[in-house]
């Protein structure tokens, strides 16, 4: 098993900035990517971004070129830093994890606000 705790969420002005964390503990060598999914309210669980063991990194279209994804494999760690933070935005941040033999695991969530 793999527990995922992500931290950094908050109340942030539009074209702010937002640095949010999540790290991994538990069986966290079968894990191969390391991703951030957001869900606005009352929307869908959308994709934000990945990043895998060999540094690959993938982005959702809204995203590219505000976010950047950061993992740490030895660490177990992966950021996300976010900028020209914009109302829609606003969500609920989840980690999740891929690991080896199909394993899928989720964070609780950060909730991250972008309002004037």
């Known amino acids: 098993q793999v527990q995922l705790e992500e931290s950094g969420g908050g109340l942030v002005q539009p074209g702010g900035s937002l640095r949010l964390s999540c790290a991994a503990s538990g069986r966290t060598f079968d894990i191969y990517t390391m991703e951030w999914y957001r869900q606005p309210p009352e929307k869908q669980r959308d994709f934000v971004a990945r990043?895998?063991?060999?540094?690959?990194?993938t982005y959702g279209d809204s995203v590219k070129g505000r976010f950047t994804i950061s993992g740490d494999f030895a660490k177990n760690t992966v950021d996300l830093q976010m900028t020209s933070l914009k109302p829609e935005d606003t969500a609920v941040y989840y980690c999740?994890?891929?690991?080896?033999?199909?394993?899928?695991?989720w964070g609780q969530g950060t909730h991250v606000t972008v309002s004037s």
């Open positions: 990043v895998n063991r060999v540094g690959s990194t």
């Open positions: 999740y994890a891929y690991a080896y033999g199909g394993k899928n695991y």
